[in-house]
Structure formats: C-alpha cells, structure tokens
C-alpha cells in the first residue's frame, strides 16, 4: 500500500433489516463516496462476530440476517465491483489484531467509552457485561486498523469509537514503529441526517425498539408507518401553532426532501422553510405534512425495493459475492497482519537474521 491511497472501511451489524436512520446515517453517504472516485478501495463489511456478542444464544437470528443487510447493501446501490463487501467472521486475522489490541487498552479506558455505556444501559446488562461485548471498541479498532482505513463514514454517535481506535492505533505505532494507519471520521453533510429519531420521537431508531422504517417496508408499510408519527402534542387543532423542535415528521423532511420534492407535492410552498414558517404560525395541519413525507419517501425508496426484488431472484449469486468480497478481504488483512508480526517481533518462522543469530550463538 502506499501512502497516498484512500481507503474507506464501514459496516453494520447484521441482526436485522436496515432503515432508513442507516440509510440517511451512512449508506446513502457511501454510495455517494463509492461513485465519487476519490477513494482507492472501499470496504464494507458485516459484524456478524460482533452481533454475536450479545446474541450468542441465538445466532439463528444473526445467520438468517446476513442475507438481508447484504441485499439492502446492493439494493442500496454499493457495487461488488467497486466496493468490498465482506462478512467478518470470515476474516480470522482481525480476531488475532483483536487480541493483540487488547494488550494497549484498559478496562477503565472501556468503561469510559460514551457509546459503550450507552448500549450496556440499552440491554440492561449492567454487571453482566459479556467480555466480547465489552471490548466492542477494541474489535471495532481491528476491523479498521486491518485494512488500513483512512476514512470512515458513520454516524455521530460512533464519534467515541473512532477516537478509541485511534488511541489505539497511534499507541501501537509508539510501541512498534509507524506500522497502521489513523483513521479519520466522515459525519453525515446534513445535520438532520447525524441522529435519525424513531417514529415515535424516540431519540434513536431501533429495531429493538419496534420505531423503525425499513428499507425494505412496502409502500404500504411506510405510509401507514408515516400516519401514525409523532408530531408536535400541542398541535391539536390546525390553526394552532406547531413547533418543529422534536417535530418527527419535519425531522424526516429535512433528512429527505428537497426544494423541488415540496414544489411538486405541495405547490403553495416553494421550499421547506416556507412549509415550516405557516406550520409554526397555524393553519398547517400534520396530514398534510405527513402526506409531504410519504411521497419523498416513496421517491427515496421505490428504486431501492426494485433493486432488492431484482437481487433477491438469485440467493446464490448474493451469496457469490460475498464469498469472493471475502476472499480480498482476508488478503488484504493478511498482508496487514504480516507487517504487524514483524512489526512486534512474533514473526518467528520468516525472521532469518534471528535464526541465524541464535544459530550462531548456541552452535558455539
């Protein structure tokens, strides 16, 4: 690898369908980095070791739902051809980083983690913390460290994580020599888009939480979805005045919609801001505003269900991609892991000047 190559490195956790919070979170966002030609090799990847951390009893549900993240991955738009699309645990080099990393990090370090506290408090697993769950940012650090990531697109809510693996990276290197890469975040442009609510006004979308809109919803399913969102509780009557702020609905239209979607499906507006201006001063009500939503969505996914309709007609061939994805995946951490033996010394069998030294030292 040279040094003025760029390399992307993302995933997901493949424990259910994705939506639409993924969608405007980082998968739009890679597509749009994937066809942009800025980069020299994008990997994306899907946790399955990582989603068995917390499902360990049930890997049925893991099992079944790397089929569904990888056809929303080429439903989505990511291109086998010019992206990696891979499965983790079929990488056994990044177990070995893993391990290694843990060596350069303390527990109380783990504990600290913002994001780490924030899902042990989601699953309630207070003192039970599985280890592999625990040191979720250590793995995470190997998955990006594996593949010399420069660049990786998530969500703000994984900022703590990327600082972690980059302490982690900048200790090894420290340590050993300049071996691995640091690697920088790359946020959502949009705001709106940085922590997608729940349908319910909840603070995140959540499978778990039964608030989210799936990438694979039928049209149906979204607009019934959409009728029932949260709003604004003091906006009984439309000529009262609405509030925005925790407003689900204008949340949604400022992560999807554009000035010409408004112009087309509500022509007494010529921009959001207008729409949202007559919402705050009464005599807007949510329907109609909802009904603004339902067609940007449709807009937004319509082409994503047909894409996925077309790939789900031939399983195997899905299955195909993954498996060659795999293939340069674990070549290309392999090659990563090579430098990293040497660089700390375990690299026993292809050290000659070592065996060669000690040769010359016990053959006295």
Known sequence: MTPKEKIILTGDRPTGRLHIGHYVGSLRRRVELQNSGQFDKIFVFEADAQALTDNIENPEKVRQN?????????????????????IQSQIPELCELSFYFMDLVSVSRLQRNPTVKTEIQMRNFEASIPVGFFTYPISQAADIAAFKATTVPVGEDQEPMLEQCREIV??????????????????????????????????????????????????????????????????????????????????????????????TYCPDYNNLAEMKEHYTRGGLGDMKCKKLLMSVLHDTLEPIRQRRAEYEKDIPAVYDILKKGCEVARETAAATMDEVRRAMKINYFDDNALIEEQSKRYGK
């Open 170 to 263: 900048r200790r090894f290197n420290y340590i050993y020599g300049d071996t691995l890469v640091e690697p920088n975040i790359l946020l959502p442009e949009n705001s709106a888009c940085l922590r997608l609510p729940g349908t319910d006004g909840k603070a995140k979308m959540s499978k778990s939480l039964g608030n989210c809109i799936y990438l694979s919803d039928s049209a149906d399913e979204v607009c019934r979805k959409v009728k029932t969102m949260y709003t604004d509780p003091t906006h009984l009557q439309v000529s009262d005045p609405g509030h925005l702020e925790g407003n689900t609905v204008f949340t949604y239209l400022d992560a999807f919609s554009t000035d010409e979607q408004v112009k």
């Open 66 to 86: 790397v089929i569904e993240v990888a056809l929303d991955y080429l439903a989505c738009g990511l291109d086998p051809q010019k992206s990696t699309l891979f």
